[in-house]
């Protein structure tokens, strides 16, 4: 009773270690979508991988926008894993920047912590509104540490405000959010280790009680 009791113990905690990986899988979609909202802002690529000491570089992405003068951002992460190297605003297209958002003039201002990076941005007159998709800032970070971690993106939109507009002010622009999350390649090496360690414990525990069974049935063979 006792070894069927810890048979049973180690099958659920293998139960729960394939549960915890993931878990983080639902924070890629952390924002409900609006009804009839097309327009997303997105951390691209979402899922990320490197190895420890190496860099990797992500994009604030918008996808179908309309009427689109001025973005408002911020991308916060955890500091013990990762490690904001660089920032490449694509505020502004132009030649440099032909995949970026927001006509000229433009006037922007970001701001780098150990675990935040924020960034607003707004065209000015006589810019034209922004019509369809491209990066915000491209974004680039060093792997500090072994695990893994969610890139929380928040994000606000503003449109042109149209001359009979009254007051003519910008207006907020419905759109949907979704992180991003970044996964080491050794944590999940370690999550495979820790996985098939109790399994070959149990597989072994099997072995030596087919064994013990074995000799019991030729001695009582013998005895007979």
Not at 107 to 117: F, G, H, M, S, T
Not at 213 to 224: A, K, M, T, Y
Request: hydrophobic share 40%; net charge positive; aromatic share 10%.
């Amino acid at each position: 009773m006792k070894m069927n009791n810890s048979l049973t113990n180690r099958l659920k905690r293998i139960k729960k270690c394939l549960t915890v990986p993931f878990s983080f899988l639902p924070l890629l979609f952390c924002i409900p979508p609006t009804k009839g909202c097309t327009t997303i802002v997105k951390v691209n690529p979402e899922l990320i991988s490197a190895s420890l000491d190496e860099t990797f570089t992500i994009n604030i992405t918008i996808h179908n926008v309309q009427n689109l003068y001025a973005v408002d951002i911020s991308l916060s992460w955890n500091e013990t894993i990762l490690e904001l190297v660089s920032a490449d605003v694509r505020l502004n297209i132009n030649e440099s920047h032909p995949d970026g958002v927001l006509y000229g003039p433009v006037y922007w201002e970001d701001k780098k912590n150990l675990n935040k990076y924020s960034l607003w941005g707004t065209s000015y007159n006589p810019a034209p509104p922004f019509y369809g998709s491209g990066n915000i800032v491209s974004l680039t970070f060093k792997v500090k540490a072994i695990g893994n971690c969610t890139l929380y993106l928040q994000s606000k939109l503003y449109d042109w405000p149209p001359p009979e507009r009254i007051p003519r002010i910008s207006k907020p622009i419905d759109h949907i959010t979704l992180n991003g999350v970044f996964v080491i390649p050794e944590f999940s090496s370690i999550f495979i280790s820790l996985l098939f360690t109790p399994m070959t414990f149990i597989v072994i525990i099997l072995l030596r009680i087919r064994k013990r069974n074995l000799i019991r049935h030729d001695l009582s063979v013998n005895l007979r």
